[in-house]
T-cell receptor
Framework: DAGVTQSPTHLIKTRGQHVTLRCSPI?????VSWYQQVLGQGPQFIFQ???????GRGNFPDRFSARQFPNYSSELNVNALLLGDSALYLC?????????????FGDGTRLSIL | KQEVTQIPAALSVPEGENLVLNCSFT??????LQWFRQDPGKGLTSLLL?????REQTSGRLNASLDKSSGRSTLYIAASQPGDSATYLC???????????FGTGTKLQVIP
């Protein structure tokens, strides 16, 4: 079975641009979470979606937004990119997004802002 | 606000040695604690998930313990191997619905 897949794997943008990152969860998983991992740090929670509804949001500005589609795939959008947005963006899925279930992560999208 | 700390930041051990990685958290009201492994440039691989009602979990050479009252968890790796070299992260779910807080990780190097 395929794991969590993310696209693209690498992306280079310039300041002020907009970016869309994509995530396909494990088949049967209805919950998707997004994390930002800056080099040398642990991942920071951005969003969790379940059944197309936002169920949790971390401490990130409104430039960050996301959505989940009927097939449970998800997109993370970041507007007005800043140099500080350079990071590895990770997507994780789980069956129902409950705390008794482990999260399964993709390999991430590495975003570089010039 | 939950804060998670992992000490040491880096650890180097000879192959075959047993080792312990530490994770501490400030708010004991947690739902679960999860240990992950991250290889360079890769995503996270879940190793063990300990529910708040549990004291420990085991998988192969790995054993994780949880002491909520003291805000601590340990990951014990028996008979370490070079393939165990990676960064190990602990993550605490204290908000429910998997809104987790990660530590900064311990980078482990096992020397053949």
């Amino acid at each position: 079975d395929a794991g969590v897949t993310q696209s693209p794997t690498h992306l280079i943008k310039t300041r002020g641009q907009h970016v869309t990152l994509r995530c396909s969860p494990i088949s049967g998983h209805k919950s998707v979470s997004w994390y930002q991992q800056v080099l040398g740090q642990g991942p920071q929670f951005i969003f969790q979606y379940y059944e197309k509804e936002e169920r949790g949001r971390g401490n990130f500005p409104d430039r960050f937004s996301a959505r989940q589609f009927p097939n449970y795939s998800s997109e993370l959008n970041v507007n007005a990119l800043l140099l500080g947005d350079s990071a590895l963006y990770l997507c994780a899925s789980s069956p129902y997004g409950n705390s008794n279930q482990p999260q399964h992560f993709g390999d991430g999208t590495r975003l570089s802002i010039l | 606000k939950q804060e998670v700390t992992q000490i040491p930041a880096a650890l180097s051990v000879p192959e075959g040695e047993n080792l312990v990685l530490n994770c501490s958290f400030t708010d004991s009201a947690i739902y679960n604690l999860q240990w992950f492994r991250q290889d360079p440039g890769k995503g996270l691989t879940s190793l063990l998930l300990i529910q708040s009602s549990q004291r420990e979990q085991t998988s192969g050479r790995l054993n994780a313990s949880l002491d909520k009252s003291s805000g601590r968890s340990t990951l014990y790796i028996a008979a370490s191997q070079p393939g165990d070299s990676a960064t190990y992260l602990c993550a605490v779910d204290s908000g429910g619905y998997q809104k987790v807080t990660f530590g900064t990780g311990t980078k482990l190097q096992v020397i053949p």
